[in-house]
Structures are given as C-alpha cells and as structure tokens.
C-alpha cells in the first residue's frame, strides 16, 4: 500500500513537473520579395487560467511572423494598419532610404496601407521591425505587435551552421510582462518571464550543434544570458551579422533592442535537459534588470533575480546533424578610426541635473527632451563618423540608432571584448561610462526625412530620450527657383485594378498619398516604381485623390481618380 502510494505521488508530482511547461511557439515563417503583413487587434491564451489577454499581432495573434530576405534583393512591403489606432513599422537594423524607415515619421493611420520597400544591403544576420509612433511604442510593443527579419547572404550560407529554422535554428523572442485580470499592463518591467509569447517555455531540441538567435525585445530589462550546466556557448553574430571567430563566453548581457545568434553544443547528450536562464542576481544596479524595486511603479516579480527562459529538452539527434563549432566564420572589414572626418558627441543626462526641462525621472540625449520638428544632426553623405556617447546618466540605456551598422572603438577608452567586435546597431551604455563607435553614412541622402538615434528602452525613448538627424548630400542643388506645380494625369478613367500616373519624369515623383474623398489616408507609397501603375485592388469603389510630392520642391499636386 505504502509503495503504491509512493508510486502515485512520484506520478502526480512528475504530471506537475510536465505541465509546469508549455511548448515553445516558433513563429510561421514568409519567404521571397513581397511581404503582405497585417496589423491586428486580436486576443491570445497566455495565462495558464482565466480569460484570454487583449494583444496585437502581424498576420496574428501575439508577435508576427519571421520574414527571411536575401542580401542584394528588392523586397517590398505591404503594411496594413487594421488597428484601431495609428502605428508605424520600423525596420530595425536596415539600411535603406529614411522615407522607407517606419520612424516616427512614417505614420499609418488605421485602415491605410504603407508600401516601403529597399534593396537589401544588410549582411546576413537577426534583424526585427516594430511600431515606433512617438509615445506610443511602449504600448503597442507591450501589445505583441514586432517580428523578426532574418537575412541570409552568400558568405552565411556557405557555412556549416544549424539552418533549419524551428528545428536547428531557433529565434528566441525575449520578453516579460505583467499582468492585471489576466490583461497585460504596459510597465517598464514584467513579473513573467515570455519567450516567443509564451510563459515556461520548453523546446526540444536535436542531440547536435543548435543556433539561436535571441532578440531583447523588452521594455526595460536586460537579460544576462547563461546556461543552468554552466556550459560555454559561442557567440556567431552580434545585431547587424557574423563576428570573425565564434566567441566563447558563458554569460552575455543582452539589452533591449540588441541581437546575438549563439551556438551550444548538445551532441552526444540525448536525454538531458539544461536551461537557459536570465542570472540577473548577478547584474549590477542601474542596469535595467539588475534592481530589485520593492514597490511603485518599477517593481516586479524579476527584479535582480535568476530566471528561466527555456527548458531545453535534448533528443535524438538528425541525420546528417552538424555536430561541431567552426572556428572561423567571416572576414569583416571594420572602419578604422583614422578614417572618420569628425567625432560628434552626444550626451547623455539625468533630466534631474538640467532645471527646468523635465520632471525629475526623465532621461534626455544631447540636453535636448525629443522634438519631431528638431533635426538634432546634419550628416553630410558618404561621412565617416565617430560618434561618442558620454553619458552623465547614472543609469544604463541601450542606445541605438538607424540607417547605419556600427563598430565600437572603446569603452571609457579601452578596447571592447571580444563579444562585441562586431557589427552593431545597438549599444549599452552603462552609467557615467562613455562609449565611442564609427559608422558610415552612405548610400541614402535625403534632407527631409530623418532617422532616429534613441535609448531602446521604450519607456525612455517615449519619455524623449531621442534626437534625429539627416543625411544630406552637398552636392544636390535643390530647385528653388522651380514653384510650378508638378504636372500629372491618372489613367484610365475611371480605374479598376491599376491606375498609371503619365507625367514628364516618373524619376521625380517622391511620395504618393491616396486619401478618399473625406481626406483619410489609404495607401502611402515613398518613392513609387511607377514603371507598372500602382495597384489599387485594396481599394474599395469610389472618388480617390492622389497626392503626389515633387523630388526636388517636395510642393505636392493632386488629382482625382474614380474606382469602379
Ligand atoms: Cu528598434 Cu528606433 O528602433
Ligand atoms: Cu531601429
Ligand atoms: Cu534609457
């Protein structure tokens, strides 16, 4: 009787053991050069009891899918705001045209198609979109609404390593919430723990090399990255591709906004299990993560704690599975410092030593709050640049910036480790320390349209820890002298799937607009390919408008166009 009972508790208590996880969700994946992506309210079981939580998604319910393009390819994107509320997507660590960016500027409002597209000039690597609406991007990142783009390129290809996505080749989307009758909360620090969206997440994974590709997409906190056996993993790309050498190392703090693609090795250990943990006991104060509030408006159930992230579950391994780390893995050509024409500085303050400006727990770039109509820099085209982030702040920002990947040349004057030799959109800089990196800033000149450099903490980032800046090129004499209006006719008359736009020079047409006759944006089109006609079957029947803006004036025309 006595063993009997025994025997029914180990069972009860292994039944808890399994049901304390959930399987790791691995989002769909979408391939080739047109990429239709849906922005939705939905609602999503992520509590194990309860209600469903209100979240939004990209073609679903919580997060969206894995978009996988190919370095050198034109890919356009069809972005469809069916949200209730106005957005933007930013595609995080591309280098592309500042009008195609999905900053701030680029606003959908609901029910209005965005078409951006670019010519892939990233190096093969993990790279995210997200909404980045000015004050709104903690929200609507809290809400589920991001993705991953995966670039893949000769020089990744040709090399022996996991490949097979959701098999060997696992993202790992890292987040945490909290949560009021089962509804999420939109505060900097969650009290669970989400993988891919889901709490306790397990995976199971082949008995062979496996690749990761983990983003911080959090809020605030920072996770210090470490395996449960203590096991060394290997490090192959930093935000914006392949380091030269995998990397060993057995702890990686990885910020919000940063990426990093690492490799462990589980040949030979079919039938074990390890997990990957946040060890944040062991990170500092005033780094987000590494404090332990006990109440107000930061505290949560994480707060300098360790963690679960993923159970992993080690199985049989594949045939023809990779069963070893490369020793090298690319040649990358950094910048030298001896090539950059100027060191621009940006500080970064506690609000709290600048009167006046902000209350007293607002951070600011440049002593200036973020102001959308304030271009903070003017970078001339084909610059070298050495920016240096000198932060008074006692507290650490993951800074960021778009258009360009960089490299770090110091860290309070000394040589970065080895981790971080690698090209980089994203960089956390702690506090009082002062960080300097190079980039260049080619290929894309436009005066009208800036990007963004911002704390990737979204709380801070809506808060005003933002500046911005253009990319001009001294070269391009602007027309002033030309007010004519830009002159064009839309054929045929009416339309039903195509509209052509008959002009002097197609080359000149910079932004199209469609609004309906109450004046509601429905497409946005930055720099038309108007070789084809635009396609207006999203649109439903009835009196359109086109606005069209000039290259070189930007003065906008408008035409009248009817649906049938
Ligand atoms: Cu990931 Cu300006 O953002
Ligand atoms: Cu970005
Ligand atoms: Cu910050």
């Known amino acids: ?3 009997k009972l025994t025997f ?10 399994k049901a304390q996880y959930n399987r790791l969700w691995i989002p769909d994946t979408l391939t080739g050069k047109t ?16 209600n469903t939580t209100t979240t939004s998604g990209i073609n679903g319910a919580f997060w969206g899918p894995t978009l996988f393009v190919n370095k050198g390819d034109t890919v356009h994107m069809n972005v469809k705001n069916k949200l209730n509320d106005t957005t933007t997507i930013h595609w995080h ?14 606003v959908i409002p609901p029910n209005t198609l965005w078409q951006p597209y670019w010519k892939v000039a990233n190096n093969a690597g993990t790279y995210w979109f997200h909404p980045h609406l000015h004050e709104m991007t903690m929200d609507q990142i809290t809400k589920g609404l991001g993705g991953l783009l995966i670039v893949r390129d000769q020089i990744e290809s040709a090399l022996a390593l996991p490949r097979t996505y959701g098999v060997d080749d696992i993202p790992l989307i890292l987040t945490d919430r909290s949560f009021t009758s089962n509804q999420f909360k939109v505060v900097p620090y969650g009290d669970s723990m989400l993988t891919n969206g889901v709490m306790r997440a397990q995976f199971n994974a082949p008995a062979q090399v496996i690749r990761f590709r983990v983003l911080n997409a959090a809020i605030e906190r920072s996770y210090n990255l470490g395996f449960s056996d203590g096991r060394t993993f290997y490090i192959i790309a930093t935000d914006g591709g392949l380091v ?11 910020s919000p906004g940063e990426r990093i693609e690492i490799l462990i090795n589980c040949a030979g250990q079919s039938g074990t299990s390890i997990d990957l943990k946040a060890y944040n006991s062991t990170v500092s104060n005033f780094i987000g993560g590494g404090e332990n509030f006990p109440n107000g408006p930061f505290a949560n ?7 679960n992230i993923l159970n992993i579950k080690i199985g049989a391994a594949n045939s023809k599975a990779i069963t070893s780390i490369p020793n090298t893995l690319t040649t990358n050509q950094f910048l030298s410092a001896a090539s950059a024409s100027l060191t621009r500085t940006i500080t970064f303050t506690d609000s709290a030593g600048v009167p006046n400006i902000l209350g007293p727990n607002a951070f600011i770039l440049g002593r200036k709050m973020f102001d959308i109509k304030y271009i903070n820099h003017t970078v001339p085209l084909n610059n070298t640049e050495i920016w240096e982030l000198k932060s008074s702040s006692i507290f650490a920002h993951p800074f960021h910036i778009h258009d360009v990947e960089f490299y770090l040349l110091s860290r309070n004057g000394a040589a970065v480790p080895a981790y971080e030799q690698g090209w980089k959109d994203v960089v956390l800089v702690k506090g009082k320390e002062t960080v300097q990196f190079i980039a260049k800033f080619d290929d894309f000149a436009d005066a009208t349209h800036p990007f963004m ?15 911005q800046f253009v990319v001009t090129n001294p070269t391009n004499k602007i027309n002033t002298l030309s007010t004519a209006a830009f002159e064009f006719k839309v054929m045929p008359v009416p339309a039903t799937d195509r509209i052509n736009i008959v002009c002097a ?9 469609i609004t309906d006759q109450l004046g509601r944006t429905k497409m946005m089109l930055p720099q038309p390919d108007l070789r084809n006609g635009i396609d207006i079957s999203s649109l439903a029947t009835g009196i359109y408008f086109v606005q069209l803006m000039d290259k070189a004036t930007k003065q906008i025309s408008i035409q009248k166009f009817i649906k049938s």
């Open 93 to 106: 660590g591309m280098h592309l045209p500042a009008v195609m960016d999905g900053g701030p500027h680029q």
């Open 244 to 254: 030269d050498k995998p990397v060993g190392v057995t702890r990686f703090l990885i």
């Open 301 to 307: 159930a994480l707060g300098k704690k360790d963690f």
């Open 8 to 17: 029914l508790t180990i069972c009860l208590f292994s039944l808890t053991l």
């Open 35 to 50: 990429f239709n992506l849906t922005l939705k309210d939905s609602f999503k079981q992520i509590l194990s009891k309860g």
């Open 453 to 467: 450099y911002h704390c990737h903490i979204s709380l801070h980032e809506d808060e005003g820890m933002m500046g």
């Open 1 to 3: 009787m006595k063993s």
């Open 505 to 513: 020079d197609p080359n000149e047409v910079y932004y199209i607009t």
